[in-house]
Nanobody, 124 residues
Framework: QVRRVESGGGLVQTGDSLRLSCEDS????????AAWFRQAPGKDREFVAY????????AYADSVKGRFTVSRDNAQNTLYLQMNSLKPGDTAVYYC?????????????????WGRGTQVTVSS
C-alpha cells in the first residue's frame, strides 16, 4: 500500500512553474528529514532538494538552486517542491522519500519510503 503520493506534475513550457506535493498518509515522514529526487530516462536517480524534519534547513542541487524551493507542512504531513523557471533539463519523474539511513543526504541510498513519482515534462 503506497502511503506517499506525489502530485502536481505535468507538461509545461520553458520558464513556467509547477508545485509538486507529496502527501504522506502513513505519517512516515513524521520527525525525519525528507527529500526530492528525480530520474530522467536512461539516467540515474539524482538528488534535487532536501529539508530537515522541522523544515528550517534546506539544501539543493546546484542545477536547481535559485529556481526550486522545498518546504513541508508537518501538520498536513505534506512535502512540497516549488519549481520556477523550468527548463527542458528538468524533465524527469520526481520522487519524494524519507531520510532513514545515516548516509549523505545526497545519496538516494539514505532514503526509504519512496513514492511512485510524478512526471514533469518541460518543452522548449
Amino acid at each position: 500500500q503506497v502511503r506517499r503520493v506525489e502530485s502536481g506534475g505535468g507538461l509545461v513550457q520553458t520558464g513556467d512553474s509547477l508545485r509538486l506535493s507529496c502527501e504522506d498518509s502513513g505519517r512516515t515522514f513524521s520527525g525525519v528529514a525528507a527529500a526530492w529526487f528525480r530520474q530522467a530516462p536512461g539516467k540515474d536517480r539524482e538528488f534535487v532538494a532536501y529539508v530537515n524534519s522541522a523544515g528550517g534547513i534546506a539544501a539543493y542541487a546546484d542545477s536547481v538552486k535559485g529556481r526550486f524551493t522545498v518546504s513541508r507542512d508537518n501538520a498536513q504531513n505534506t512535502l512540497y517542491l516549488q519549481m520556477n523557471s523550468l527548463k527542458p533539463g528538468d524533465t524527469a519523474v520526481y520522487y519524494c522519500a524519507a531520510k532513514i539511513w545515516t548516509r549523505s543526504y545526497l545519496d538516494p541510498r539514505a532514503y526509504d519510503y519512496w513514492g511512485r513519482g510524478t512526471q514533469v515534462t518541460v518543452s522548449s
